[in-house]
């Protein structure tokens, strides 16, 4: 009898936040991130981190 090791894939989880921490915002809050990072064994993260910036009317001229 012939055993094969199972290949596992992990669940894809989209995280679509306004609260990541990243390069632009680093100072944004960290639960996101923890998350992340306490269950990275068991799901496969996509973060896309949302930012936004207000303009005024001179910089839209």
């Known amino acids: 009898m ?3 090791k ?11 936040s306004g ?5 632009f915002q680093t100072v944004k809050t960290p639960v996101i991130r923890r998350l992340i990072d306490l269950s990275a064994d068991v799901f496969d993260h996509n973060v896309v981190s949302l930012n936004r910036e207000t303009f005024s009317k001179v910089q839209l001229c």
């Open 6 to 16: 199972a290949t596992c894939v992990k669940p894809a989880i989209l995280h679509v």
């Open 2 to 4: 012939r055993t094969t």
């Open 19 to 23: 609260e990541f921490p990243d390069s």
